[in-house]
């Protein structure tokens, strides 16, 4: 394969204020930002001050969530049209943050995949493939890229979102809950390499939200009994801006 060529940072210009402006000044680089949770998070990033760098796979979805964060929001985000599943081109993201800002204040990794449910021997090895990708080695591959970012930062923190089928051995869940556990055990072990510095790695749990991967999981549930993924925006927005959350040894659930 040739080499990866470089994420494109696309800048906006100006947008009107918002009054809450907790994160004024901060860095945020938020994964799977078109849409569900990484989507909203975004948005509470921005509406609290925070300069967002929105990534995902579809350009015209990332242009649509840059005209709402505009109009509620500012500063306007960055927009980075990129497959998470490309390691070469999460390197490239990172050097792009640290020539433009030289340092990431936070962190959320949203992006995830279900792949369906299914038993554990009738799993398409390129379903089990592309889930590993997303789930857990494009957070490895953000860790490896953006740790120096994140300690450049005097309160980084990196919020990684996982679910309660990592822990609760239901069948057919076996791929995407794999992916969680890993996930889980592999940001426990990053928290506990950089608890002597100001950075955090935190593990959310938002529980059930209405979000199309929760529809494919759950066709029949009535979307209106789940929290909508505003709701948990909020929280992770608010969990960036702790001052200590301290390390993840047990997962934090975003709502019970």
Known sequence: ????????????????????????????????????????????????????????????????????????????????????????????????????????????????????????????????????????????RLIRSLEPLLRASDRGRAIFLTDAAARNEEPFWGAYAASKAALEALVRAWASEVSLSPLRAILADPGPTRTKLRAQAFPGEDPKDLASPSEIGRLIANLAGSVDPGPPTTVIELRS
């Open 1 to 140: 394969m040739g080499a990866t060529a470089p994420p494109e940072l696309i800048a906006e210009t100006t947008t009107p204020m918002n009054h809450d402006q907790s994160l004024a000044g901060r860095i945020a680089l938020v994964t799977g930002a078109t849409r569900g949770i990484g989507r909203a998070s975004a948005l509470a990033l921005a509406q609290a001050g925070a300069h967002v760098i929105a990534v995902g796979r579809t350009q015209g979805a990332l242009e649509d969530l840059d005209d709402e964060i505009r109009s509620v929001a500012s500063p306007p985000p960055t927009l980075v049209p990129m497959d998470l599943t490309d390691g070469g081109a999460i390197d490239q993201l990172g050097l792009a943050i640290f020539e433009r800002h030289k340092r990431l204040d936070i962190l959320v990794h949203g992006a995830g995949a279900l792949g369906g449910l299914r038993p554990v021997a009738h799993v398409p090895p390129t379903v089990w493939d592309m889930i590993l990708a997303t789930n857990l080695t494009s957070a490895y």
